[in-house]
């Protein structure tokens, strides 16, 4: 079985762009969270989405935004890009997004914002 | 708001050895879950051990293990027989046994396997 896919996997954008990431998860799994990671903060929740609906969000700005699809992949959405947003945007899949279900994480993307 | 704690930013050890990594958490919960994953370098985050909470025997995944001091609310990864391949980053995380997937990480510790 494939694993979380990510894409793309490097991006390079300028401030005040918008910039749209994707991940698809395992076949089957209906749950995907999105976090953060950067060597200031760490890794830092995003949000969740399940049956297409955001199910938690985590403390961030409202230019940052995601959906999912009916196929449950799910995009990410970061408008006026500043250059904090630099970091490495990771997503992670579960089965039903119970609490029993463990996450599988993809390669994740890397966005160099300059 | 729960917080995870990895007091150690870099470990390293000698090939076969065994080395402990720490994590302490902060919860006023008492279902949840706790986990270690790694993530080596330029690769992706994959799952190491996973622990309920309310499980008192501590989980073990072949070399990897854990102590789980529930009172101490301590989660601690003990590595035996370290090979070079388990050079990485860890992070010890946890998860609210209510509802929502989200997962909160420790800073993570940089582990080095000296040969």
């Known amino acids: 079985k494939a694993g979380v896919t990510q894409t793309p996997r490097y991006l390079i954008k300028t401030r005040g762009q918008q910039v749209t990431l994707s991940c698809s998860p395992i076949?089957?799994?209906?749950?995907v969270s999105w976090y953060q990671q950067t060597p200031g903060q760490g890794l830092q929740f995003l949000f969740e989405?399940?049956?297409?609906?955001?199910?938690n969000k985590g403390n961030f700005p409202g230019r940052f935004s995601g959906r999912q699809f009916s196929n449950s992949r799910s995009e990410m959405n970061v408008s006026t890009l500043e250059l904090g947003d630099s970091a490495l945007y990771l997503c992670?899949?579960?089965?039903?997004?119970?609490?029993?279900?463990?996450?599988?994480f993809g390669p994740g993307t890397r966005l160099t914002v300059l | 708001a729960q917080t995870v704690t990895q007091s150690q930013p870099e470990m390293s050890v000698q090939e076969a050895e065994t080395v402990t990594l720490s994590c302490t958490y902060d919860?006023?919960?008492?279902?949840?879950?706790l986990f270690w994953y790694k993530q080596p370098p330029s690769r992706q985050m994959i799952l190491v051990i996973r622990?309920?909470?309310?499980?008192?025997q501590n989980a073990t995944e072949n070399r990897f293990s854990v102590n789980f001091q529930k009172a101490a609310k301590s989660f601690s990864l003990k590595i035996s027989d370290s090979q070079l391949g388990d050079a990485a980053m860890y992070f010890c995380?946890?998860?609210?046994?209510?509802?929502?997937?989200?997962?909160?990480f420790g800073q993570g510790t940089r582990l080095t396997i000296n040969p």
């Open positions: 076949s089957g799994h209906r749950s």
């Open positions: 995380a946890y998860r609210s046994g209510q509802g929502a997937q989200k997962l909160v």
């Open positions: 919860t006023s919960e008492s279902d949840y879950y």
């Open positions: 622990q309920e909470a309310y499980k008192q």
């Open positions: 992670a899949s579960s089965l039903a997004g119970r609490n029993t279900d463990t996450q599988y």
């Open positions: 989405y399940f049956s297409e609906t955001q199910r």
